[in-house]
């Protein structure tokens, strides 16, 4: 799979997973896993970085390509250690789960078969750093959010394409789950089969009726129909679905143009933003601002406005009124969504309990912010049944009874004081 940004989510990830593993277990036994359980275990993440990256350098192996852009199988693995080290909580993570095992068996790395399980806790700490970088470099090519959880998504949703693509060309030894899968008796050869070129062609039913079939044909419940939370928010919504599976199918035909050569548009684009910059600049120097300039001068006008005239006094956190049938109307809600969108608040979450003095479109708009309109672990409740998404910051606003403004004013410094609290990353973890 695919996605502006991330590099991590191709064939070559196994061999970076095993890589990884392998020079982790090296390196282990040098230092003594019992470590990971003292009081020095938070300050042993620096040594065991440049143990690793030299065991990485020495294996040898890794030098075949490890995805689409050329990043070899060592140079991923290298970078993905090293994120490693800026990101100490995840190293917290990991301290915390040797020592849970270490609880219930005691020193197990020395027990039979005790490597591999040293080993697969590893692996679990690189699996879910993998899709923090990628998330994170993706939100940075898109300018989009995305969250850790809906990377995984992503990868669930191209997996279960790849496996509903292989029933279907196998429709012959698979006539009666290709006919689940379809939603009809199969007797001849489906006109799908043709049809099903990429993952766009995917339909969306096609991957919750072949989830639907899995524990009928092979005795295990599928993805979207475990009691997992990861999933729970995508059962019902086809339709985002369907967009992630497009979105996946139409970066992967722009992407297998990688091999053309683009010199020529990069010499236009590269004398394009030159006379832009040059414009630009004239413009900043003479009496009347660029255009750009302009409409950021009128929008900070209108933002001052608007400040000036509101009201700063927050709300009180806990007024939970039925809405009005003309607010209802307004934002296109259900006149009683904050009482049910606030009764669906995980009650002594880290979270909440940071923004307890913040009203609840304010705790609303600083998830939207962070995580983006729709993440795996947003209640239902929380979501715009027309979108199947959080309000809009507008929507909020107006839930708020405030100007935009003045709600991203608001949220921000939520925001600013989640950053600064004490044991942030532990409660990150911990609402994740």
Same mark, same amino acid.
């Given at each position: 799979?695919?996605?502006?940004?991330?590099?991590?989510?191709?064939?070559?990830?196994?061999?970076?997973?095993?890589?990884?593993?392998?020079?982790?277990?090296?390196?282990?036994?040098?230092?003594?896993?019992?470590?990971?359980?003292?009081?020095?275990?938070?300050?042993?993440?620096?040594?065991?970085?440049?143990?690793?990256?030299?065991?990485?350098?020495?294996?040898?192996?890794?030098?075949?390509?490890?995805?689409?852009?050329?990043?070899?199988?060592?140079?991923?693995?290298?970078?993905?250690?090293?994120?490693?080290?800026?990101?100490?909580?995840?190293?917290?993570?990991?301290?915390?789960?040797?020592?849970?095992?270490?609880?219930?068996?005691?020193?197990?790395?020395?027990?039979?078969?005790?490597?591999?399980?040293?080993?697969?806790?590893?692996?679990?700490?690189?699996?879910?750093?993998?899709?923090?970088?990628?998330?994170?470099?993706?939100?940075?090519?898109?300018?989009?959010?995305?969250?850790?959880?809906?990377?995984?998504?992503?990868?669930? +949703?191209?997996? @279960?394409?790849?496996?509903? $693509?292989? %029933?279907?060309?196998? &429709? =012959?030894?698979?006539? !009666?789950?290709? #006919? /689940?899968?379809?939603?009809?008796?199969?007797?001849?050869?489906?006109?799908?089969?043709?049809?099903?070129?990429?993952?766009?062609?995917?339909?969306?039913?096609?991957?919750?009726?072949?989830?639907?079939?899995?524990?009928?044909?092979?005795?295990?419940?599928?993805?979207?129909?475990?009691?997992?939370?990861?999933?729970?928010?995508?059962?019902?919504?086809?339709?985002?679905?369907?967009?992630?599976?497009?979105?996946?199918?139409?970066?992967?035909?722009?992407?297998?143009?990688?091999?053309?050569?683009? +010199?020529?548009? @990069?010499?236009?684009?590269? $004398?394009? %933003?030159?006379?832009? &910059? =040059?414009?630009?600049? !004239?413009?900043? #120097? /003479?009496?009347?601002?660029?255009?750009?300039?302009?409409?950021?001068?009128?929008?900070?006008?209108?933002?001052?406005?608007?400040?000036?005239?509101?009201?700063?006094?927050?709300?009180?956190?806990?007024?939970?009124?039925?809405?009005?049938?003309?607010?209802?109307?307004?934002?296109?809600?259900?006149?009683?969504?904050?009482?049910?969108?606030?009764?669906?608040?995980?009650?002594?979450?880290?979270?909440?309990?940071?923004?307890?003095?913040?009203?609840?479109?304010?705790?609303?708009?600083?998830?939207?912010?962070?995580?983006?309109?729709?993440?795996?672990?947003?209640?239902?409740?929380?979501?715009?049944?027309?979108?199947?998404?959080?309000?809009?910051?507008?929507?909020?606003?107006?839930?708020?009874?405030?100007?935009?403004?003045?709600?991203?004013?608001?949220?921000?410094?939520?925001?600013?004081?989640?950053?600064?609290?004490?044991?942030?990353?532990?409660?990150?973890?911990?609402?994740?």
């Amino acid at each position: 799979m695919r996605l502006p940004g991330t590099r991590y989510q191709e064939h070559g990830w196994e061999q970076v997973r095993k890589l990884l593993g392998q020079c982790s277990l090296q390196v282990l036994a040098r230092l003594d896993p019992v470590r990971l359980l003292e009081a020095e275990g938070d300050g042993m993440l620096a040594e065991y970085v440049d143990a690793v990256a030299q065991a990485l350098h020495k294996s040898g192996r890794g030098d075949q390509p490890g995805n689409s852009y050329g990043d070899t199988i060592l140079e991923l693995a290298l970078s993905l250690v090293y994120e490693l080290q800026a990101r100490p909580s995840d190293w917290g993570t990991l301290r915390a789960a040797v020592a849970g095992e270490h609880a219930r068996m005691g020193a197990f790395w020395t027990a039979p078969g005790g490597d591999a399980l040293l080993r697969k806790k590893f692996n679990d700490l690189y699996a879910v750093l993998r899709d923090k970088v990628d998330s994170d470099n993706y939100q940075a090519a898109c300018g989009r959010p995305c969250s850790p959880n809906r990377m995984y998504a992503y990868r669930m +949703l191209d997996t @279960a394409y790849g496996e509903v $693509a292989r %029933l279907l060309a196998s &429709w =012959r030894e698979h006539r !009666e789950q290709v #006919g /689940a899968i379809l939603g009809r008796t199969v007797e001849a050869e489906p006109i799908e089969v043709r049809r099903l070129r990429s993952v766009a062609d995917c339909r969306p039913e096609w991957i919750l009726r072949w989830s639907e079939s899995l524990e009928r044909f092979t005795g295990a419940a599928g993805p979207l129909h475990t009691r997992s939370k990861r999933f729970a928010g995508l059962k019902d919504q086809p339709d985002k679905i369907g967009a992630m599976l497009r979105e996946i199918g139409e970066y992967e035909a722009l992407s297998s143009n990688r091999d053309r050569d683009w +010199l020529q548009d @990069a010499s236009d684009a590269t $004398a394009w %933003l030159d006379d832009y &910059w =040059r414009v630009l600049g !004239e413009s900043e #120097g /003479a009496s009347t601002p660029g255009p750009d300039l302009i409409l950021e001068a009128r929008q900070d006008e209108r933002d001052l406005v608007a400040q000036e005239a509101e009201d700063e006094t927050p709300s009180p956190p806990d007024a939970l009124p039925v809405l009005s049938d003309s607010l209802a109307g307004q934002v296109s809600l259900s006149p009683r969504y904050l009482q049910v969108a606030a009764a669906a608040q995980e009650r002594g979450s880290w979270a909440l309990r940071m923004m307890e003095g913040d009203s609840l479109p304010v705790r609303l708009a600083v998830y939207l912010k962070l995580l983006g309109p729709f993440d795996d672990s947003y209640p239902p409740e929380w979501l715009d049944p027309a979108t199947g998404e959080l309000p809009t910051m507008q929507q909020l606003a107006l839930l708020d009874g405030v100007s935009l403004p003045t709600l991203r004013k608001r949220r921000d410094a939520a925001i600013a004081r989640l950053a600064a609290a004490p044991g942030r990353d532990a409660g990150l973890e911990e609402e994740r």
